[in-house]
């Protein structure tokens, strides 16, 4: 027997065992709903930054925000089973984290940016570069502003602006229409201009 | 012409104004300016990012979702985490038998007490007690093996189950069935 045939038998009757963070997000989703705990690792490593992201812009501060995405996280690990992959998972992990934080949101109040959220701007004075600081300034002004907004034109905005949901998705994942998406979209865009005081 | 509705100022700050609203936006000054106030919010909220937390937190952030996961699981349940069908059903059945051989067993004549002698049964009652004395002769020969030998218990899954429970767990299973018979006999 040739080497090469040699070699075709022994590739034709070895498994083919894929490295887990080769595989797709669906494959992963099955393995963990079957119990594959380092799968579901696999997805949280893939989608940690994007949920991590959302919930910082619901709460403007990173304690309640990695303590959201670690909750977000628990929840789509309990309810894998029902995950029947209609949507993207990507999609599916927003809204679940659009839930967390509502109801985190609401239960706690309006969130506040703390105090050393604005450290580095100091750290952006000492590079004397005086137009970063400004900059800077005006994003610790945005995101507060957007985190002053009511739940429903935040998550909307959140969704639509950062993670360019289309107003259809973003209805699925509120639970709301189309329509209810837009006004809420229109009313966060409003609402921000008169916080911000924004002139063109 | 009417201005912009909400939904048209929307749909024209994302580029998708329909065509036939283009002329009314460039003629109309107040939708213009209602357009240009929220195209700059937006770009002022597009262009605003996020501080980005340390390496080291990401390094540790699936670690942390693990050991929550853990966490929730072992939270979960306020019942005792022994409390599984596969262990209820067996003892289930076990306490069916149980009823149903303390039914078998005979009873002392209530003809003794001469008030019965006197008092005529009820009819309800009288169908009861029928009704006891056909389940009695139904259930009043099957022991555990006929049980398990006629599919209605597995063999051997009642035993498995009560090897497998802690002491703690036989316990409160010892204590679960004398409540049981002690309720039968009452």
């Known amino acids: 027997m040739s080497h090469e045939s040699a070699l075709a038998i022994q590739a034709w009757a070895l498994p083919v065992v894929k490295p887990l963070a080769g595989l797709e997000d669906s494959e992963l989703v099955s393995a963990a709903a079957g119990g594959s705990r380092e799968a579901f690792d696999v997805l949280v490593e893939r989608h940690q930054r994007t949920v991590y992201q959302v919930c910082y812009r619901f709460v403007n501060n990173h304690e309640d925000a990695s303590d959201l995405a670690q909750d977000a996280f628990v929840r789509a690990w309990r309810g894998l089973k029902t995950f029947k992959g209609q949507s993207a998972l990507s999609t599916w992990l927003y809204r679940i984290a659009v839930n967390v934080c509502l109801n985190r949101v609401s239960a706690k109040g309006p969130a506040m940016e703390p105090i050393d959220a604005t450290d580095h701007v100091a750290d952006v004075r000492i590079e004397g570069a005086q137009h970063a600081m400004i900059r800077e300034e005006r994003a610790v002004a945005v995101r507060k502003a957007i985190a002053s907004l009511p739940d429903k034109q935040r998550a909307t905005l959140i969704l639509r602006t950062y993670h360019d949901m289309s107003h259809q998705q973003i209805a699925d994942v509120l639970g709301s229409s189309v329509g209810a998406v837009k006004a809420n979209f229109f009313h966060a865009l409003a609402n921000l201009k008169k916080i911000l005081g924004t002139e063109p | ?186």
Request: aromatic share 4%.
């Open chain 2, 1 to 186: 012409m009417t201005h912009l509705s909400s939904d048209e100022l929307i749909d024209a700050v994302e580029g998708l104004l329909p065509p036939e609203r283009h002329a009314h936006l460039a003629a109309c000054d107040v939708c213009q300016r209602e357009l240009a106030g929220l195209s700059s919010v937006l770009s002022d909220a597009k262009h605003t990012s996020i501080p980005e937390p340390s390496p080291l937190f990401w390094q540790h952030f699936s670690e942390r979702v693990r050991t929550a996961i853990d966490d929730d699981a072992s939270q979960s349940g306020n019942w005792p985490s022994w409390i599984r069908w596969q262990v209820l059903a067996p003892i289930g059945v076990a306490a069916m038998i149980i009823l149903g051989l303390m039914i078998a067993v005979p009873k002392q004549n209530p003809v003794d007490s001469p008030l019965a002698l006197q008092a005529p049964e009820a009819p309800e009652t009288l169908q009861a007690s029928e009704s006891w004395v056909m389940v009695t002769e139904l259930v009043g020969n099957i022991d555990l093996d006929t049980a398990s030998a006629a599919g209605v218990i597995e063999p051997g899954v009642a035993e498995q189950a009560v090897l497998h429970l802690t002491a703690e767990e036989q316990q409160e299973l010892t204590r679960l069935l004398k409540a049981e018979l002690q309720r039968a006999k009452s």
